[in-house]
């Protein structure tokens, strides 16, 4: 197979400069369009990223209703993300945009956690699989939050029930045994999850022996001033 030609011998090709300053000229409008997108992708992942935080607010606050309405803000603004990313391999899988949808996948899934007890996957969130297991892995955060809660309102059941999803989530994102360059800062994240979770399991195995133990010399007392 015969190469094309380049250089004198390329058809349709001027001097030097004039080349230079051809391709040179279609190289701006590109990066013109290219700038004028991420721009527009700066603004939007700023808006994402804020009412994410919105939404998790609202859950620890227990105020279910504006956190749904804050979600469906998101929803909206993803959707609008997708459809200017969508030619742009290069911006749509940017840290930039993975950035936000991880805090998007995080609020989705924290959400459906408290209201349903189901955990919506990356398709039924509509995002990229990368940025959808980070947020997973930021919700042992919020898991740990939420058990604290209870443990406030002295719900230790409500307390162990969120243990045993953080521990859920570790164990699956630790078996996903790939290279950084595949799943960016997840396995960073796994391991701060563990340590957060079992730092969790010592602080509620040590409040249940100490509630039992409050118990046994309640009862104890009782049967005494018989």
Request: hydrophobic fraction near 40%; proline fraction near 4%.
């Amino acid at each position: 197979m015969t190469p094309e030609p380049i250089g004198e011998d390329a058809p349709h090709q001027g001097t030097p400069k004039d080349r230079v300053r051809e391709v040179v000229s279609k190289i701006n409008e590109v990066l013109k369009v290219k700038d004028s997108v991420r721009e527009e992708v700066i603004k939007v992942t700023r808006d994402i990223i804020r009412y994410s935080g919105y939404v998790v607010t609202y859950i620890h606050l227990g105020k279910v209703d504006e956190a749904a309405n804050e979600l469906w803000k998101c929803r909206e603004l993803v959707r609008g993300l997708q459809e200017v990313i969508k030619d742009h391999p290069d911006i749509k899988y940017s840290g930039l945009v993975y950035n936000a949808l991880s805090e998007f996948a995080e609020a989705s899934i924290l959400y459906s956690i408290v209201t349903s007890s189901n955990i919506p996957s990356h398709e039924d969130l509509g995002i990229h699989y990368v940025p959808y297991i980070q947020g997973l892995a930021d919700v042992i955060g919020e898991l740990k939050r939420l058990a604290l809660n209870a443990v406030a309102k002295e719900e230790l059941d409500k307390a162990f029930h969120y243990l045993e999803l953080m521990d859920t989530i570790c164990d699956a994102l630790k078996a996903l045994d790939y290279p950084e360059a595949l799943i960016p800062g997840v396995k960073r994240k796994v391991d701060v999850g563990r340590k957060v979770t079992e730092d969790l399991r010592s602080l509620l195995i040590d409040i249940e022996n100490r509630l039992k133990l409050r118990k046994a010399l309640e009862s104890h007392r009782g049967l005494v001033e018989k």
